[in-house]
């Protein structure tokens, strides 16, 4: 780094103090807290997107965003040349520079970073980092602290894609990477087109009855509901309604994927008029996507279809197709065998993983954060990846498309087969509807629909697949939700000493009783999860082991949903 780099990283940082007393880092998915203390967070979020960029040699994207939480919390997350999440390697580097005192303690940890990581200042391909953000208020600032933080390191440029969801900007990464179109025109044509091809190929006669066919969804007062409306227009047939667009109501509040999730009941603008529509609800930057039914106008409690459901529905449908194409899981001619595994978390509902469990699906667990599962994901040829709360995606292999492709090629010279070709189209229709990047509402729900018009099922015959344990999730308000530490999984936590024997204990007294605590990373909160044979013993195992969580450190006010 020459001195004109080191001086001008000095002088930009100076304009951004760090907030004092607050240790802020790197959580599940990226910073997040209070608006009003992010700016020294973001603008040093800037210099390491561009850093990343120099190192990769690739475009870098920055998102700012804090997705389901409340709307005065912001937040700001990095997208890596693949348009996955940042590498797990620059975590602590990104906690580092974000709570480095002074501008000078900032200098010396970027200089030492950049020695380690063999980053060359030479000018041969100058960093460039894509921002987007989403709808909140706080946004427009943050974002100028961003490209301050991008324009400290010399030559860097950045790209302002304006309000997008978080899994566009994460698309748009990826595309600009590998060469493709990259605009926003591109990614509604390339969902709409790979959907209408899933509507090309759909059997004769799987038809939905024509009063299923509509669909509303709560946009969540966020982003994702204006890009429905966009996507919309390139879509026939599909009868979207769309409530929640943030005219009116206020982001996550009271609507949304994780309120829907967490509450179980109808979110803002629906009502006793929606009793059996089937409806679905985004979440505040469109990464989530849960779905839901009200089965009685007399009660606003909804039957819930959640991640695991969607996770379910995407794994029979790609099975099925698999299935059909190596003619019933035989070995084929050229021995080749595609490996399809499920990825979940602990916050998975039990009765879920045991119906994949009979559908002879691997299964694998990581801890919660689309990170983890994205990572463990990309192990498989097909891998499919939910979490609970409705993030989640399908991965394909480069190995296994190249497969389908020369597949699928080889079978439009065969006469026979037709049936197999359909199957490959589909798939690889599927690889191109369904966002390879990260999870993505609004992808996400353009398949669900594909696959329900498809088998002809409603939203209460797919609910039906399997029923879910009775559930509970609270949030406790701790003095240091550090405090916790979890492993396996996060379904057993080792710190501190005792606290699992004190839940152990809780569990053993309930019928099919599970549950777990662990931090979240992205609230200032612990949460706890429990399942068991009743609703009031979910309730009565979550309540107590929040109890636990309070006596075992110390609670800073009252437990909530
Ligand atoms: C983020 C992550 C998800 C995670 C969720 C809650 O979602 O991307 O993987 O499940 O936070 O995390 P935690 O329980 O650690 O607070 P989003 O939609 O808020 O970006």
Redesign the pocket.
């Known amino acids: 780094m020459n001195d004109h780099q080191k001086s001008l990283i000095l002088s930009s940082s100076s304009q951004f103090p760090p907030p004092q007393g607050v240790k802020l880092s790197y959580?599940?998915?990226g910073f997040r807290a209070d608006a009003s203390i992010l700016q020294s967070t973001v603008f040093r979020v800037g210099i390491l997107a561009a850093l990343r960029s120099l190192r990769t040699q690739s475009v870098i994207g920055l998102m700012i965003t804090a997705?389901?939480?409340q709307v005065s919390d912001n937040g700001i997350k990095v997208g890596d040349p693949s348009g996955g999440m940042l590498t797990q390697d620059w975590e602590p580097f990104a906690d580092s520079i974000a709570n480095a005192p002074t501008p000078q303690e900032l200098l010396q940890l970027v200089e030492e970073f950049v020695a380690k990581e063999g980053i060359r200042f030479d000018g041969s391909r100058p960093a460039k980092v894509l921002l987007g953000r989403d709808t909140r208020p706080s946004g427009d600032s943050l974002l100028e602290a961003a490209k301050q933080g991008i324009s400290s390191i010399v030559g860097a440029s950045a790209v302002d894609m304006g309000i997008v969801t978080t899994p566009q900007l994460h698309w748009m990464v990826r595309a600009k990477n590998k060469g493709l179109k990259a605009a926003e025109l591109d990614y509604f044509e390339q969902l709409s087109s790979s959907y209408r091809c899933l509507l090309d190929l759909i059997p004769n006669g799987s038809k939905v009855e024509k009063a299923e066919n509509k669909l509303v969804v709560d946009g969540a007062n966020g982003v994702g509901s204006e890009k429905l409306e966009g996507l919309k227009k390139s879509l026939d047939g599909l009868d979207i309604e769309i409530r929640n667009t943030g005219k009116e109501g206020v982001l996550n509040e009271g609507v949304g994927a994780d309120f829907v999730q967490k509450e179980k009941i109808l979110p803002q603008e629906f009502g006793p008029k929606d009793v059996g529509i089937r409806c679905a609800s985004l979440?505040g930057d469109a990464?989530?996507l849960v779905y839901f039914t009200l089965p009685s106008e007399s009660s606003s409690k909804i039957d819930l279809v959640d991640g695991d459901k969607i996770l379910t529905l995407f794994a029979v449908f790609i099975k099925e197709q698999l299935s059909i194409l190596t003619e019933g899981g035989q070995m084929v001619e050229d021995g080749y065998h595609a490996r399809l595994g499920v990825i979940q978390t602990a916050y998975a509902n039990g009765a879920s993983t045991n119906y994949l469990r009979q559908l002879g699906l691997e299964i694998a667990l990581t801890p919660?954060?689309?990170k983890y599962l994205h990572e463990k994901a990309a192990e498989y040829d097909v891998g499919i990846y939910f979490?609970a709360?409705g993030?989640g995606t399908i991965l394909f292999s480069d190995h296994f498309l190249s497969w389908l492709e020369a597949k699928n090629n080889e079978l439009a010279s065969r006469s026979k087969g037709s049936e197999q070709k359909k199957a490959a189209l589909r798939l690889l229709a599927v690889s191109k509807l369904i966002n390879q990047a990260v999870g993505d509402a609004l992808s996400g729900l353009l398949l669900v629909e594909a696959i329900l018009i498809h088998k002809g099922w409603s939203i209460c015959k797919w609910n039906g697949l399997y029923q879910d344990l009775p559930s509970r999730q609270l949030k406790v308000k701790v003095i240091d939700r550090t405090a916790v530490v979890t492993e396996n999984a996060e379904t057993i936590a080792v710190k501190p000493p005792g606290i699992q024997e004190a839940i152990n204990a809780e569990i053993a007294k309930y019928p099919c009783g599970r549950c777990f605590i662990r931090p979240?990373?992205?609230?200032d909160v612990v949460?706890v999860y429990a399942e068991a044979s009743t609703q009031e013993a979910a309730d009565s195992l979550a309540n107590s082991v929040a109890k636990i969580a309070d006596q075992f450190l110390g609670s800073r006010s009252s437990s909530s949903v």
């Open positions: 959580g599940t998915s997705s389901h939480n979440d990464d989530r919660t954060g689309v979490e709360n993030h979240s990373g992205t609230e949460r």
